[in-house]
């Protein structure tokens, strides 16, 4: 069973405007990442909040965390027609098997030039 | 660097056949994993190596064998393809599997059986 589920699971925007996805999970973490895939392509890391953060900003990407509703939202701002791609939120448990990343099903982002 | 490089890109098979996936990495990792992504859905782990020399299952691992050949090499067996085993497969490998990091993927390995 999936850990994240994104949300929404479409998302199309003008670029220069911000988007926003949304990520929840069931089970307590360890850390959170999300991961960007471009078409036909593997998936890039872009950014990781640990469970003891509730924001982290790296470049156009802001990432916040709160773990009371099990929730983590990507902001990109000002996008261009380059950040179109499907984006994937992924957990980490905090020791043994837990460890190993679980995927949600993604949000397939669109930026029209 | 190459980084996670998957061989072969695509491959199409007759229910019943078997084939290898193969998977290196250039960057001394210790840890490598194998993941499936079906339309729609996100990654589901198949089988990791936490380090050279083990192999534990995933989420996914039935109709699958896997072999560490060391440490830059993590090959997938699939001993009688199925139709359900149409997917696209992904290795990816961490320095560390203890460790709270990023994973590094290859582009995939997109598989169809007839």
């Known amino acids: 069973s999936q850990q994240g589920e994104e949300d929404p699971q479409a998302l199309s925007i003008q670029e220069g405007e911000n988007a926003t996805m949304n990520c929840s999970y069931k089970?307590?973490?360890?850390?959170l990442q999300w991961y960007r895939q471009n078409s036909g392509r593997g998936l890039v890391h872009l950014i990781l909040?640990?469970?003891?953060?509730r924001e982290k900003h790296s470049g156009r990407l802001r990432v916040t965390l709160d773990t009371s509703k099990k929730s983590s939202s990507l902001l990109i701002t000002a996008s261009r027609a380059a950040d179109t791609a499907s984006y994937f939120c992924a957990t980490g448990g905090a020791s043994g098997s837990a460890r190993q990343l679980t995927f949600g099903s993604g949000t397939q982002l669109t930026v029209l030039p | 660097n190459a980084g996670v490089t998957q061989t072969p890109k695509f491959q199409v098979l007759k229910t019943g056949q078997s084939m290898t996936l193969q998977c290196a990495q250039d960057?001394?990792?210790?840890?490598m994993y194998w993941y499936r992504q079906d339309p729609g859905m996100g990654l589901r782990l198949i089988y990791y190596?936490?380090?050279?020399?083990?192999?534990d299952k995933g989420e996914v691992p039935n109709g699958y064998n896997v072999s560490r050949l060391n440490k830059r090499e993590f090959s997938l067996r699939l001993e009688s393809a199925a139709p359900s085993q149409t997917s696209v497969y992904f290795c990816?490998?961490?320095?560390?599997?203890?460790?709270?990091?990023?994973?590094?993927f290859g582009d995939g390995t997109r598989l169809s059986i007839l």
């Open positions: 960057m001394n990792h210790n840890s």
């Open positions: 089970t307590s973490i360890n850390n």
């Open positions: 909040i640990r469970s003891n953060e």
């Open positions: 990816a490998s961490r320095l560390w599997t203890e460790l709270v990091q990023p994973q590094h």
């Open positions: 190596s936490a380090s050279e020399g083990t192999t």
